[in-house]
């Protein structure tokens, strides 16, 4: 019986996670189209729903009731899983983010995580390269010559900035002592030096480089080689059309989405945040976390979109030479000098005993 | 850390924009003020006696460098003439996908028969509605002017009678060979006009040819 319940409630928690990042991720296409078009002196979409809110549903809608042409020499069941491959691994990142504060019902804790793995960091990682899969079989399943090289630069460059991301998180991980990403939570309430909040953001090369490693990994602007439409045309989704097109599009939000809920979980302290417990009831206090949360990731995609609309994209061996030639030297620098200040600090200078 | 400073000040650009004024408005709702001299559709105008302006000449037809323009001119009947003169416009017709909204023929008409509006909506469903002919282009006895679409959230048909500013730029004003003469288009009235910019003002005696 409470097997039975427990599974249900996971069922319950999944399909509650699903449906915040369909509803995030088309409020998250009306809000880049009318950040962008504010930084470019533009009003933006306005005509769907008051201000243009439902600009996402409405172009949802136009793809889905497109034609989905299959071109002929496509390679059919590669081409046909492809854009479901993009979506998964986006959203089975999410679903180690806890987006509030655990709460009770009755004697049972009830976590606002889908499940809190313990190796939650390294699943994130996996998952997330796991994403260029759909791009590179996307590429090349089409049998068409600019999705292949789309799916070609995606290889290179989820590689080359896979690398950077996981090393800059090696360093919150020393620092925190967990890989759980509801324990990092946990390890960043509280203050530092009674004064700040005690965010892992004070690990700021970390930060700068996961943030950095992240634009890239999700294939978004000024590393959106993969579908570079001066030079690919549409890149790896050129040959995709109606809803297949809008499972990728769907995707790249998501990965946005979710990307940005990680950082903010990461490095921003996830829901920790003044709840005011004691002076407010109990029945408005749950709503801060979730409140705090949502507004740290959507600083967070404010940042994605902001670099979208400020930086061209880089030319290829650019690319390859910042995440080369910087950006994993430098992560590497900055993980060995910081486990080595760690450690002096935890065991105390080898030359001291 | 050149290259973050460098970063930081594209992102303050980006960030300052976001407060900065739109230049863009919702067309149809707000619609811009269009300038003086806005080369929009063509009419062709009346004399103010409800006689037509255009004599058949085809030197708008010449001048085109669309090639948009076809004219034929017949004699007018002598019971009833169709325009004052010889001859008169039997066929005039504007390809509207094909004209360049140069204005070359309202400068070339020596009668200021063909003049520009400023309304430019003129979208159309088929190809060869946007042939436009006389039905189309000449403006009426009382000289409202023609559209084949009617009034409505785009279309203005205020704009029809609103400018010929390039006439008004190329044609001699203010001479006194033109006095007592009535004024050629609804917009420009009836009598003198005074001289814009770059015209030539009335000369003090009275005197038809330029002075050069």
Known sequence: MNDWIDVLIVLVKVVVAVVIM????????????????????????????????????????????????IPSRVERSVYLVAPILALVPAFLMFLVVPIGRPFHIGDREITLQAMDLNVGLLFVLAVSSMAVYAVVLAGWSSGSKYPLLGGVRATAQAISYEAALGLALVPVVIYEGTLSVAGLVEGQS???????????????????????????????????????????????????????????????YINIFTMSALTATIFLGGWNGPTWDGSLPSSITWIFPILWFSLKTFAIVFVFFWVRATLPRLRYDQLMELGWKRLIPGTLIWMIFFAVAFAVRQFGAPWAS | ?????????????????????????????????????????????????????????????????????????????VDEPVSPGERYGFIYEINMLRCIFCGLCVEAC??????????????????????????????????TPNHPQPDGPLIDLNELTIADGWMRATSPAGRAAYEGIPGWTSSAGVGLRPA?????????????????
């Open chain 1, 22 to 69: 369909l509803t995030a991720t088309l409020m998250l296409i009306w809000a880049e189209r009318k950040i962008l078009a504010d930084m470019q002196n533009r009003i933006g979409p306005d005509r769907a729903g008051p201000a243009g809110i439902l600009q996402g549903l409405a172009d949802g809608i136009k793809l889905i009731f497109k034609e989905p042409i």
């Open chain 1, 190 to 252: 509280g203050k530092f030096l009674d004064l700040f909040p005690a965010w892992n953001i004070i690990l700021l090369p970390s930060f700068g480089f996961f943030l950095l490693a992240a634009v890239a990994e999700t294939n978004r602007a000024p590393f959106d080689l993969v579908e570079a439409e001066n030079e690919l045309v549409g890149g790896f989704h050129t040959e995709y059309s109606g809803f297949r097109f809008a499972l990728f599009f769907l995707a790249e």
């Open chain 2, 1 to 77: 850390m050149g290259l973050v400073g460098i970063f930081a000040k594209g992102l303050a650009v980006t960030f300052r924009q976001m407060f900065r004024p739109r230049v863009t408005t919702s067309y149809p709702q707000e619609k811009r003020v269009k300038p003086q001299r806005f080369h929009g559709r063509h009419v062709l105008n009346r004399h103010a006696d409800g006689m037509e302006k255009c004599i058949g000449c085809e030197l708008c037809a010449g001048v085109c460098p669309a090639r948009c323009i076809y004219v034929r001119g017949a004699d007018n009947p």
């Open chain 2, 196 to 212: 814009e910019r770059g015209q030539s003002p009335a000369p003090a005696e009275d005197e038809p040819e330029e002075a050069d």
């Open chain 2, 110 to 143: 020596p009668t200021e028969a063909i003049t520009m509006t400023q309304l430019f909506e003129m979208s159309v469903t088929d190809r060869h509605q946007a042939l436009y002919t006389k039905d189309e282009l000449l403006v009426g006895e009382d000289g």
